[in-house]
């Protein structure tokens, strides 16, 4: 079984930036990938990146250039760098984890994007 431990969020301005982070409990290094979603009041969750154990990286397109994910083995966490925010990114930041053994979530985080 893996936890995860998303922190970050907050309350930030147009244009502002934020970092969020996920804490695995165990090592990442055998992760299928590690991904983010998205969910605000009654959307369907939305995948916004992910990372692949080989390093692949792939974004939602209304992120692209704008959002970057990376990884720390030896941290064991995945960040997710939000620049250049918009009031439609508001939402609660989940942390996806995959391996052998299952999908993993984590409690989430919440962004609020506005002046």
């Known amino acids: 079984q893996v936890q995860l431990v998303e922190s970050g969020g907050g309350l930030v301005q147009p244009g502002g930036s934020l970092r969020l982070s996920c804490a695995a409990s165990g090592s990442i290094f055998n992760m299928n990938h590690m991904a983010w979603y998205r969910q605000t009041p009654g959307k369907v969750r939305e995948w916004v990146a992910i990372i692949t154990s080989g390093g692949t990286i792939n974004y939602v397109d209304s992120v692209k250039g704008r959002f970057i994910i990376s990884r720390d083995f030896a941290e064991n966490t995945v960040y997710l760098q939000m620049n250049t925010l918009k009031p439609d990114d508001t939402a609660v930041y989940y942390c996806?984890?995959?391996?052998?053994?299952?999908?993993?979530w984590g409690q989430g985080t919440q962004v609020i994007v506005s002046s």
């Open positions: 996806q984890a995959q391996n052998e053994g299952g999908t993993y």
